[in-house]
């Protein structure tokens, strides 16, 4: 970090490789444990579609992205078959949330979520819901700690771990 504030801005297409990048460095502790997150290994195409599901922010130090998150408005069809909390209506999904691993333990995820609430509540939505792998007991506690609650457990297709759904309510914007 060069000592100047991060920039929050929104995704902007030429920002897919370094993403991607972002992506797989910051899950790579995942995969390591075992869990197969889509992030941990997908490719440009893949990172583009995604951000491509919603506003997605990026803090950026200087051009060099050190997180990310995309928030999916709808959530996603193929979500909404999974679990009745992503076809609730009136509800976003956070997804693809990454803070490279240098850059932890500084409030990024933290203004990331802030940003992604803030948008929700200016669009009416009522209520946000994400899901993280069982085992990721870390992640777990983050999305406790920002008031999310444990919903439902669902398993994605391809993945060697069940995934908690939890949601949280939004303020009126």
């Known amino acids: 970090m060069t000592g100047v504030p991060l920039d929050l801005r929104p995704y902007q297409p030429s920002d897919a490789e370094a993403l991607t990048d972002l992506l797989h460095r ?11 997150f889509t992030a941990a290994t997908q490719d440009v195409e893949l990172t583009r579609w ?38 609730t209506p009136g509800r976003a999904w956070l997804n693809q949330m990454a803070v490279d691993p240098a850059h932890r333990g500084r409030g990024h995820a933290r203004r990331l979520r802030d940003a992604a609430l803030a ?37 994605w297709p391809g993945k060697t771990y069940d995934s908690v759904v939890l949601v949280r309510e939004v303020a009126a914007g």
Do not use: C, K, M
């Not at 910051?26 to 197969?36: C, W």
């Not at 009416?124 to 439902?152: C, H, K």
């Open 50 to 87: 995604r951000a491509a599901a919603g506003p997605t922010w990026v803090l950026a130090d200087g051009i060099a992205p050190v997180a990310t998150l995309t928030l999916s408005l709808p959530p996603a069809t193929f979500l909404q078959g999974l679990t009745s909390e992503a076809a």
């Open 119 to 155: 948008h929700a509540a200016a669009h009416g939505v009522t209520a946000i819901g994400v899901d993280t792998a069982e085992p990721a007991d870390d992640l777990l506690a983050l999305y406790r700690g920002w008031g999310f609650e444990e919903r439902d457990v669902i398993r």
């Open 26 to 36: 910051s899950y790579a502790g995942l995969a390591e444990r075992g869990l197969n």
